[in-house]
């Protein structure tokens, strides 16, 4: 369960560029639920996302992963309830290291790391199992370098990553966004499949509405640091991305520049 | 070249093979350009001749001179970690106070070893003899710490420290405290570089405030010397590269001051020194514009 209550993040606090990036959100994501968040650039759906992981601490408000308040926690410090897949696929994994090495660095998130082997002969064949299932050949190429690999075979590989350790929450930063069409189907589809046979809470941010109506449970929209919108259930159901649009221009008062691009 | 010149010469690539790996811990393990060594390596050899002379057992004065050494270290991890200066200029403020620090510990700038025992001693006078006895005793040593190193750095703890320096973002996400592991990472260089100076000082039979000038110039010339060598292909030989590119140097460097036809003295070492790294930046450089 993710909970978020009242938080404030307000970035150069005092100086002329001054933004309050996150007004007053509360959200509460139950066990086992899959949330998408959208918003136009600057709503904050980024820095909602810091605020679970660790990386932007908030001046007001409570943060809770599970049972633990991680409000003052660092991002290495909450890492064991908080699994994640960046968007650009070279932040999220270690070029400089094999596919392997980086499984077993993952296998080992927010746990205490000894002296052992990082790779014995159980732990390899448990990493080619997990990596075989995506079907891309990769089992073959457990000791490649990371960055042999396209972005799409990264992002695969870390949503493995994500799934080695166990923990409280999935958090999925527009992790298809740098992705080309059919590499971001694929790496949904695996997504989909990972979330629902594990049964994760997860929250999924994305710049396509398409995506943030046809996965998860529920739909959240951000829109200047504030939550404007948060369907589920029925009324989900019925929602079409042309709705989303002409809410999304109503909240904006203006019309919007380039549908194509948010209906991506 | 004599015999005796092109042992010596491994012997010294030896004895800097410990300079080598420390140098690529920090500069290619944890991406810190650290310049600490210049200071950490007299450091060590002060530490140990101060001991030694004292009466210390030459095993335990090389064991403080590695405390010593990783004390430094964690100095410049400090200023870097906690205080927000940038590393290379906090690795120079710790290099400059060192040269104090070396000068405090010895009391003078230069002490001598002579007759003293050291941890070659018991080994002299078994019937070998004494030109091959050092580099056979620090190959020893070199290939322990080898093992030792690439052991470390393929456990989960050295995962750890190698995500910190390839992808910090990255290594914070899956736990890594990376604050932590520069500490550790910066401890465990100078530590290693500080046992260099240990033996460099029961080698040569003294200890001198200068011996660091240009260490870490060496170390990584051996760094970069093996990588053009033997390619990237892993920690183990990466480390192999580290010590074969120490021997390869002292030797090329030999081998230059000790060809007449050059007309070369000891005093160009420094500019052979700069041109064997030229040289070895540049090999691979020519390779892959002679395939393609």
């Known amino acids: 369960m993710i909970s978020v209550k009242n938080i404030q993040v307000v970035f150069g606090k005092g100086t002329p560029l001054q933004k309050q990036a996150l007004n007053g959100v509360d959200l509460t994501i139950e066990q086992g639920?899959?949330?998408?968040?959208?918003?136009?650039?600057?709503?904050?759906?980024?820095?909602?996302?810091?605020?679970?992981?660790?990386?932007?601490?908030?001046?007001?408000?409570?943060?809770?992963?599970?049972?633990?308040?991680?409000?003052?926690?660092?991002?290495?410090?909450?890492?064991?309830?908080?699994?994640?897949?960046?968007?650009?696929?070279?932040?999220?994994?270690?070029?400089?290291?094999?596919?392997?090495?980086?499984?077993?660095?993952?296998?080992?998130?927010?746990?205490?790391?000894?002296?052992?082997?990082?790779?014995?002969?159980?732990?390899?064949?448990?990493?080619?199992?997990?990596?075989?299932?995506?079907?891309?050949?990769?089992?073959?190429?457990?000791?490649?370098r990371m960055d042999l690999l396209s972005g799409g075979q990264r992002q695969a590989v870390s949503l493995v990553m994500a799934t080695l350790a166990g923990s409280e929450v999935l958090l999925l930063d527009e992790h298809t966004?740098?992705?080309?069409?059919?590499?971001?189907?694929?790496?949904?589809?695996?997504?989909?499949?990972?979330?629902?046979?594990?049964?994760?809470?997860?929250?999924?941010?994305?710049?396509?509405?398409?995506?943030?109506?046809?996965?998860?449970?529920?739909?959240?929209?951000?829109?200047?640091?504030?939550?404007?919108?948060?369907?589920?259930?029925?009324?989900?159901?019925?929602?079409?991305?042309?709705?989303?649009?002409?809410?999304f221009r109503r909240i904006r008062g203006q019309t919007l520049d380039d549908d194509a691009l948010l209906i991506g | 070249m004599s015999q005796i010149a092109?042992?010596?010469?491994?012997?010294?690539?030896?004895?800097?093979?410990?300079?080598?790996?420390?140098?690529?811990?920090?500069?290619?393990?944890?991406?810190?350009?650290?310049?600490?060594?210049?200071?950490?390596f007299p450091l060590g050899a002060a530490v140990t001749a101060v001991l030694i002379i004292a009466g210390v057992n030459p095993w335990i004065a090389a064991g403080v001179a590695m405390v010593a050494g990783a004390a430094a270290g964690i100095v410049t991890a400090m200023l870097n970690v906690r205080f927000k200066i940038l590393n290379l200029l906090a690795s120079i403020l710790t290099m400059i106070a060192l040269f104090s620090v070396n000068l405090r510990v010895m009391g003078k700038p230069n002490v001598a070893l002579i007759n003293a025992d050291t941890m070659l001693s018991p080994f002299f006078g078994l019937g070998l003899r004494e030109f091959y006895v050092r580099p056979l005793f620090i190959g020893v040593l070199v290939l322990v710490a080898v093992i030792v190193v690439w052991r470390f750095l393929e456990s989960d703890a050295g995962l750890a420290m190698r995500a910190t320096g390839a992808n910090?973002?990255?290594?914070?996400?899956?736990?890594?405290?990376?604050?932590?592991?520069?500490?550790?990472?910066?401890?465990?260089?100078?530590?290693?570089?500080?046992?260099?100076?240990?033996?460099?000082?029961?080698?040569?039979?003294?200890?001198?405030?200068?011996?660091?000038?240009?260490?870490?110039?060496?170390?990584?010339?051996?760094?970069?010397?093996?990588?053009?060598?033997?390619?990237?292909r892993g920690i183990l030989i990466a480390l192999i590269g580290c010590v074969l590119g120490s021997i390869l140097y002292r030797i090329a460097i030999q081998l230059a001051l000790s060809t007449d036809m050059l007309g070369l003295q000891a005093s160009d070492l420094n500019f052979v020194t700069a041109v064997l790294v030229t040289f070895a930046l540049i090999l691979p450089r020519l390779r892959r514009g002679g395939a393609a």
């Open chain 1, 33 to 144: 639920s899959f949330v998408t968040v959208i918003g136009s650039n600057g709503a904050g759906k980024s820095t909602l996302l810091g605020v679970l992981a660790g990386d932007v601490l908030p001046s007001a408000g409570q943060v809770t992963i599970g049972k633990t308040d991680v409000t003052r926690k660092g991002t290495a410090a909450r890492a064991g309830l908080v699994a994640r897949v960046f968007q650009d696929p070279l932040t999220g994994s270690c070029g400089a290291l094999s596919i392997e090495e980086n499984l077993a660095l993952a296998a080992k998130r927010g746990e205490k790391r000894g002296l052992m082997a990082a790779l014995g002969p159980k732990r390899r064949e448990h990493f080619r199992e997990r990596i075989a299932e995506l079907n891309l050949g990769l089992e073959n190429r457990m000791g490649d």
């Open chain 1, 177 to 247: 966004a740098a992705l080309d069409p059919g590499m971001a189907e694929f790496v949904m589809n695996l997504t989909q499949k990972i979330v629902s046979e594990r049964k994760l809470t997860t929250m999924m941010v994305t710049h396509s509405m398409r995506q943030a109506l046809d996965y998860g449970h529920r739909t959240v929209m951000l829109h200047g640091g504030e939550i404007v919108l948060d369907v589920a259930g029925d009324s989900r159901k019925e929602l079409q991305v042309e709705d989303l649009i002409a809410m």
């Open chain 2, 6 to 40: 092109l042992w010596g010469a491994v012997e010294l690539g030896l004895v800097y093979a410990f300079v080598a790996i420390g140098v690529f811990l920090a500069f290619r393990v944890l991406d810190f350009p650290d310049l600490t060594v210049d200071g950490s």
């Open chain 2, 168 to 232: 910090a973002r990255m290594a914070r996400a899956q736990g890594v405290d990376t604050n932590k592991q520069i500490y550790l990472g910066m401890a465990i260089s100078n530590a290693l570089v500080a046992f260099g100076g240990a033996l460099f000082a029961q080698t040569n039979g003294f200890a001198d405030v200068t011996s660091g000038v240009g260490t870490i110039v060496v170390g990584l010339a051996a760094v970069i010397i093996g990588e053009t060598l033997l390619g990237a």
